[in-house]
């Protein structure tokens, strides 16, 4: 799955996930490149992945690399990306970014423009290498280059590919977020189970491995999630009284409105850091 050398601008969590991924899928660690700025995390770095480049500065992994991951916070990506337009203006790189909520139009500008840029959305369990990531390539983005970007990304989980830019907007308020969501489920019986005089080490096993399975149901069956529910609520039992007081309240609406409160933000932070971007 080589594609030359892959600098990684920034050492966090994602990068880590990523670069891990990338390594089992066997990817030479030569070609892996990481510039974290922070001398205690590039000691970190260094344990974590060895055969792998380490560097201090952006600048001296960008020029190295056929393809650029960045893997920083959004707040920061314009003030990263701007000392590293002259670089990438001669090296001409394939720019993948995983920052949530700004635009590869921004990027694209920030870098001096005319690039193959990239957006991707992963989500937590991609440090698991259990995640799943929803991608978009802008039209400078060659066959070769799309490949490039799948393989790498999808050493975390599967990939999602989107039709337009706005579509990742929605990946981060279903997927990127979604873990949360399933946290809180988790949580919120945990804790009715207590409630209900299970002690925490069994409800918390009950309610996991209760999601591990549906999640393998809703999987494999090819069912539709209605006829799933359905299967389970059977006429008069315990399932369907818990599903009538669902539905005589305004759940469904709530969680909703959530999920999209989720994707106005992403809409809002790429607004925020086109303006940032204009300083």
């Known amino acids: 799955m080589d594609f030359g050398k892959v600098a990684f601008i920034g050492g966090g969590n994602m990068a880590r996930a990523l670069v891990g991924g990338m390594l089992a899928a066997g990817y030479e660690p030569s070609h892996i490149l990481i510039a974290e700025p922070v001398a205690k995390h590039r000691d970190g770095l260094v344990r974590e992945f060895p055969g792998t480049v380490i560097r201090e500065n952006n600048a001296d992994v960008v020029i190295e690399a056929e393809?650029?991951?960045?893997?920083?916070?959004?707040?920061?990506?314009?003030?990263?990306?701007?000392?590293?337009?002259?670089?990438?203006?001669?090296?001409?790189?394939?720019?993948?970014?995983?920052?949530?909520?700004?635009?590869?139009?921004?990027?694209?500008?920030?870098?001096?423009?005319?690039?193959?840029?990239?957006r991707v959305m992963p989500n937590q369990p991609a440090?698991?290498?259990?995640?799943?990531?929803?991608?978009?390539?802008?039209?400078?983005?060659?066959?070769?280059?799309?490949?490039?970007?799948?393989?790498?990304?999808?050493?975390?989980?599967?990939?999602?590919?989107?039709?337009?830019?706005?579509?990742?907007?929605?990946?981060?308020?279903?997927?990127?977020?979604?873990?949360?969501?399933?946290?809180?489920?988790?949580?919120?019986?945990?804790?009715?189970?207590?409630?209900?005089?299970?002690?925490?080490?069994?409800?918390?096993?009950?309610?996991?491995?209760?999601?591990?399975?549906?999640?393998?149901?809703?999987?494999?069956?090819?069912?539709?999630?209605?006829?799933?529910?359905?299967?389970?609520?059977?006429?008069?039992?315990?399932?369907a009284a818990a599903f009538d007081f669902i539905d005589t309240t305004n759940f469904r609406d709530i969680f909703s409105a959530a999920v999209i409160a989720a994707r106005d933000r992403a809409r809002d932070l790429a607004d925020q850091a086109h303006e940032t971007g204009k300083d």
């Open 67 to 118: 393809c650029i991951v960045l893997a920083v916070k959004p707040q920061i990506l314009p003030d990263v990306c701007k000392p590293l337009a002259v670089a990438v203006q001669k090296t001409r790189p394939l720019v993948i970014s995983v920052a949530a909520g700004v635009r590869g139009g921004d990027i694209d500008t920030w870098l001096g423009g005319g690039l193959s840029i990239v």
């Open 127 to 239: 440090l698991l290498r259990l995640g799943i990531s929803g991608m978009y390539a802008n039209g400078m983005t060659s066959e070769k280059q799309r490949r490039a970007a799948n393989n790498i990304v999808s050493t975390t989980g599967p990939v999602v590919a989107v039709a337009s830019e706005d579509d990742i907007d929605s990946v981060t308020a279903v997927s990127g977020t979604g873990p949360a969501y399933f946290y809180l489920l988790v949580d919120m019986l945990v804790t009715v189970a207590e409630q209900m005089g299970l002690d925490h080490d069994s409800a918390l096993k009950l309610v996991l491995e209760t999601a591990r399975g549906a999640g393998e149901m809703a999987e494999q069956s090819g069912e539709t999630m209605q006829t799933l529910i359905d299967r389970v609520r059977s006429p008069g039992g315990t399932t």
